[in-house]
């Protein structure tokens, strides 16, 4: 009986830290690293450019973080989230500040792929003829026929 006892408690621990770990928040330093390596390889950003934008990316991150912990812990907020659309939209206009003119263009860019869901990994491939369409199922297939939500 106390084996048996034993091993539950174990899978309920286990169970339980792999649980935790996958609902694991990054840090803003990481989701900061994250946006301004892409933009670095995407926009051929000085160095200069480079420290500036990580500064911007890095509140706006911390940012992001509170709110996900908040949301987490109490639900959702309309006026939390209109707070963090502010400053979303504060921060992309102090990195536009930053920038030089050919740099902006493909700033807005990256900006509209990242509100349409889009990624440059995310190639369309070209069916040849006769080929069926590939059906995507769940959310992703309604964000794809623009169905708001």
Known sequence: MRKRLFYLLMFFAVFTVQANAQNKIP??????????????KRLNL???QKSVI???A??????????IKK????????????????????????IKAVLKTEQIAEFDKIIEERLSGETP???KKKRKKGEEEEKVVGIEGLKSTGVNL
């Open 46 to 48: 000085s160095s200069t």
């Open 54 to 56: 990580y500064n911007y």
């Open 121 to 123: 990994d995310k190639k």
């Open 27 to 40: 840090g803003p330093d990481e989701l900061a690293k994250k946006n301004v390596d892409e933009l670095e």
């Open 71 to 94: 949301q987490q812990a109490s639900g959702y907020n309309d006026e939390e989230m209109a707070k963090f659309y502010r400053i979303n939209n504060e921060t992309n206009k102090s």
């Open 58 to 67: 890095f509140n706006l991150a911390k940012e992001q973080v509170a709110l």
